[in-house]
């Protein structure tokens, strides 16, 4: 029989037990009370044991599912078997899911009175085997078997923290490590820079101590002797031991200055260092931060290219369904004109045959009013 033929005829003795109020074991359902299994039969072909769990654990919980599918190629035949927890779901099941549409196809709910379990050929998966043996209803877990969860999901946990503390560790070695040698390599370098001393040059400090040298013109100048000049030189011999005094102080005082003026100098270098140190530090991390960003729009990128690729594949199945639905309809279309012309041919033929009678019947009567006297 049509399988939508079954669906109406079950659907008109749904609707005949309302209007007369059976229930019990008077009802059509009271004769598969000893089964929990069900038939689901004209499923789309795209639809997996999940989807199917879906749809029809709203009137119950499933125990187990059989979708036959193909030995060769392990697609669905577009029928299954499930089996309910209580038998009571199978009338809620067959009662208001016989007759729906899913994705476009009516499907068929019936009972099951007798389930014969499927043989194994030995190409099923491992997961169609394990639904066959143990189902796939939930399991509840026993307070032995949550307690070692617990201490495995504790172990893990305490593994995770100390694996995450060893990384800290090693980043902040790592960190001290660099920054130490960072600081060894400046001080090399200013161990490695030679300052430059200048020389101290005593002629100059007297030179400018002392007066003003004679010139060349009034030393060639011949001046007559006296006892002044006598004098004047014996004053000029006792000033001579005070200036060699001052100039002693005078180097003393320049040394002192020399070496404030190389340490200063040294600060000035490690200063320097410091901050062409800085200035490096500042300049790996606007690279650094550069190179983040780059990846970021190359990760942008990817996500955009991505998205780009699902909406053309949606667009390709919405063309691809607007095809299948034309096509349908060309099908449709030409299966009506092809009824259209088998009921024209037949109403012709009727016709013929109709006035053939009426002509056979005007001749047996003319026949007959000759023959008559």
């Given at each position: 029989m049509n399988p939508l033929t079954n669906i109406k005829n079950l659907q008109?003795?749904?609707?005949?037990?309302?209007?007369?109020?059976?229930?019990?074991?008077?009802?059509?359902?009271?004769?598969?009370?000893?089964s929990a299994w069900i038939f689901v039969g004209g499923l789309p072909f795209d639809l997996s044991e999940g989807d199917i769990v879906c749809v029809f654990s709203q009137y119950g919980e499933i125990v187990n599912i059989n979708l036959v599918r193909d030995h060769k190629t392990g697609k669905?035949?577009?029928?299954?078997?499930?089996?309910?927890?209580?038998?009571?779901?199978?009338?809620?099941?067959?009662?208001?899911?016989?007759?729906?549409?899913?994705?476009?196809?009516?499907?068929?709910?019936?009972?099951?009175?007798?389930?014969?379990?499927?043989?194994?050929?030995?190409?099923?998966d491992e997961m169609v085997l394990k639904i066959r043996q143990e189902g796939c209803a939930p399991k509840i877990m026993s307070s032995s078997e949550d307690e070692q969860k617990e201490k495995k999901d504790d172990k893990n946990k305490i593994k995770k923290d100390a694996k995450k503390k060893k990384k800290k560790k090693k980043k902040s070695r790592k960190s001290q490590s660099s920054s130490s040698s960072s600081d060894k390599d400046e001080e090399k370098n200013v161990a490695d820079l030679q300052i430059k001393t200048e020389k101290i040059d005593p002629d100059?400090?007297?030179?400018?101590?002392?007066?003003?040298?004679?010139?060349?013109?009034?030393?060639?100048?011949?001046?007559?002797?006296?006892?002044?000049?006598?004098d004047h030189k014996r004053k000029k011999n006792e000033s001579g031991s005070d200036v060699s005094r001052d100039d002693d102080g005078n180097n003393s005082r320049t040394e002192g200055r020399s070496q404030h003026d190389s340490?200063?100098?040294k600060t000035d270098l490690c200063g320097r260092l410091n901050s062409n140190s800085h200035g490096r530090e500042k300049q790996k991390d606007g690279d650094r931060g550069r190179q983040r960003e780059s990846e970021r729009g190359r990760q942008r990128e990817n996500e955009r290219g991505r998205q780009r690729e699902n909406e053309r594949g949606r667009q390709r199945e919405d063309d691809k369904g607007t095809q299948r639905e034309a096509e349908r309809d060309r099908q449709r279309e030409g299966d009506r004109d092809r009824?259209?012309?088998?009921?024209?041919?037949?109403?012709?033929?009727?016709?013929?045959?109709?006035?053939?009678?009426?002509?056979?019947?005007?001749?047996?009567?003319?026949?007959?009013?000759?023959?008559?006297?």
């Open positions: 008109k003795l749904n609707e005949r037990e309302l209007e007369l109020g059976i229930i019990g074991k008077k009802s059509w359902h009271d004769e598969y009370k000893e669905s035949k577009g029928f299954a078997f499930l089996c309910f927890e209580d038998q009571r779901s199978t009338v809620l099941s067959v009662d208001n899911l016989n007759g729906i549409k899913i994705l476009g196809r009516t499907i068929r709910v019936d009972h099951v009175k007798e389930y014969k379990v499927p043989k194994e050929h030995g190409d099923e100059y400090n007297n030179a400018l101590n002392t007066s003003r040298p004679p010139r060349q013109n009034d030393i060639h100048k011949k001046q007559p002797y006296s006892k002044r000049d006598g340490s200063s100098s009824k259209r012309d088998k009921s024209r041919e037949r109403s012709r033929s009727s016709e013929e045959r109709h006035s053939r009678h009426q002509d056979k019947h005007k001749s047996y009567s003319g026949h007959s009013a000759r023959q008559r006297p």
